[in-house]
Nanobody, 122 residues
Framework: VQLQASGGGLVQPGGSLKLSCASSDLNLYSYAVGWFRQAPGKGREGISC????????HYIDSVKGRFTISRDDAKNTVYLQIDSLKPEDTAVYYC????????????????WGLGTQVTVSS
């Protein structure tokens, strides 16, 4: 496994989580890294992506203002800060990386991490 996603958990509505996507094999600063999620009974949804250099960030409309993607090149890690969590954010969250932004946002990356479960419930 080249990517490791972590940081999920059980959170009450309105709470926050910070997910991490790390790699021991890939230099993530030169990759586009995307976050995806799959809710129970639903298909996988791409939600955010951060490019390599020059860096840019991208979000789907439904998470803008609540989700923040960032990277720490020294730690070779990409983060997804999730604020104001809602029950509909409950899903398994995955990260994926590829040198091509288009490949990542299209869900066609060959590099995927195992997911981390986020459950939002009171």
């Amino acid at each position: 496994v080249q990517l490791q996603a972590s940081g999920g958990g059980l959170v009450q509505p309105g709470g926050s989580l910070k997910l991490s996507c790390a790699s021991s094999d890939l230099n993530l600063y030169s990759y586009a890294v995307g976050w995806f999620r799959q809710a129970p009974g639903k298909g996988r949804e791409g939600i955010s992506c951060i490019t390599g250099r020059p860096m840019s960030t991208h979000y789907i409309d439904s998470v803008k203002g609540r989700f923040t993607i960032s990277r720490d090149d020294a730690k070779n890690t990409v983060y997804l800060q999730i604020d104001s969590l809602k029950p509909e954010d409950t899903a398994v969250y995955y990260c994926a990386a590829d040198p091509s932004f288009i490949t990542v946002v299209g869900g066609r990356s060959a590099n995927w991490g195992l997911g981390t479960q986020v459950t939002v419930s009171s």
